[in-house]
Each structure stands twice: as C-alpha cells, then as structure tokens.
C-alpha cells in the first residue's frame, strides 16, 4: 500500500494563476479530508468528503474547489491564488462508519508558494 | 472555531529524558488523537484515545484521556534524538461529523 499520496511536492504560482492540488488513497477510505498548515497554527480543514460525489466545507473554504468522482482520488483545485494562500497542503484519508470514528492517515503535503 | 489549547509549545531536552506534553479544550471530546511530524513531512498516528480515562501505550509513549473528556497528555520516556518533531493533538468533538480539531503543536528537541 503506497497509502496516501500527494502531487506536486512543491509549487510555485503567480497571483491570480490556478492549480489543481492531487489527492489519492489506496486503503479504501471512504472519508477525505484536505487540510492547510501554516507556521505554528496547526492544521485547518478546508474541505472533505464522506464518499464519491459527496463534499462539504471546513474550516476555512474560501478560495478552494474540490471534487470527489471516485472512492480513490479528492483532488483540491486553487483559483485565482493568492499570497494568503501559500502553506503547506495535506490530504488525509479515514475510514468511517455511522457512529464510529476512526483514524485519520495524512499524506507527504505540498508546499504551495504564491507570489 | 473550536480551539485546543496545547502545552508547551516547544521544549529543550536532553537524551534520556522524560517529556510531558497537554492538550485542554472547554469542550467535550470523543476521541483523542497524538501525531508526531517530521520535518517536511505530514504527520503520522502515534496513538489514538476513544475512551474517558483510557491510557495506552506505543513503546516509550504513553497517552491518556482525561476523565472530564477535555483533555489528554503524551509523554515520552527516555527520550532518544530521533524524537525530534512537532506533537500535535487532535480531537473528535462530540457532535462533530468525523473532522478533527487540531492543537497548534509542540516542537520538541532532543539533544544527544
């Protein structure tokens, strides 16, 4: 199992460029989760995903898109970048049942720097 | 949104040493979670709590949930360089739809 993985690496964008950030799983996780993480504030919720075709937002969604049209991948696109949105990217995977939590899996991240 | 208050934000150790690290919240959790990140990595599951009062052990680290359901503590024993990172705690509130409540992270530093 590669678990989950994240491309690019690294990034980066000029103001007002856009970019797709992908997201894939191969544990079979029903639940996807995208995160950001800036210096010394932990880890936000931008956005997830319960199981295809279904997305609802985080914490803090404005200026994100995301899109869930198979079990595997949560791509998260960018549009219009702005400076406020250079961080580091993390998705994560879990595998979810009614009632029952279980542990989130994170993948390596992409740092996106946007100038 | 919800906050976590986690402590200390970072410490200074030397080999050997025995470390503590807290994380509090004025809220109910149901679950309680401690990752560890390296450098230019995503954080990795160390231990995970579902369980008021539960303490469970991963080798040298031991975590707990607090009676009240509000807080959980991480130590580490006899703490080896390669510990070096930042320890995050992370909560399921009670309620909330499987999302995760971070704490702002603790930089631990390990010298040999």
């Known amino acids: 199992n590669a678990g989950v993985t994240q491309t690019p690496k690294f990034r980066i964008l000029k103001i007002g460029q856009s970019m797709t950030l992908q997201c894939a799983q191969d544990?079979?996780?029903?639940?996807m989760y995208w995160y950001r993480q800036d210096p010394g504030m932990g880890l936000k919720l931008i956005y997830y995903s319960v199981g295809a075709g279904i997305t609802d937002k985080g914490e803090v969604p404005n200026g994100y898109n995301v899109s869930r049209s198979t079990t595997e991948d949560f791509p998260l696109r960018l549009e219009l970048a702005a400076p406020s949105q250079t961080s580091v990217y993390f998705c994560?995977?879990?595998?979810?049942?009614?009632?029952?939590?279980?542990?989130?899996?994170f993948g390596p991240g992409t740092r996106l720097t946007v100038t | 949104g919800q906050q976590l208050n986690q402590s200390p934000q970072s410490m200074f150790i030397q080999e050997g040493e025995d470390v503590s690290m807290n994380c509090t919240s004025s809220?109910?959790?149901?679950?309680w979670l401690w990752y560890k990140q390296d450098p230019g990595e995503g954080p990795v599951l160390l231990i995970a709590l579902y369980k008021a009062g539960e303490l469970t052990s991963n080798g040298r680290l031991t975590a707990q949930f607090g009676i009240t359901r509000k807080d959980s503590f991480l130590n580490i024993s006899a703490s080896i360089p390669s510990d070096v990172g930042i320890y995050f705690c992370a909560g399921q509130l009670k309620g909330s739809n499987y999302k995760l409540t971070f704490g702002k992270g603790t930089l631990l530093t390990v010298n040999p």
């Open positions: 544990m079979n996780h029903n639940y």
């Open positions: 994560a995977s879990s595998y979810g049942l009614a009632g029952v939590y279980h542990e989130q899996y």
């Open positions: 809220s109910i959790f149901n679950t």
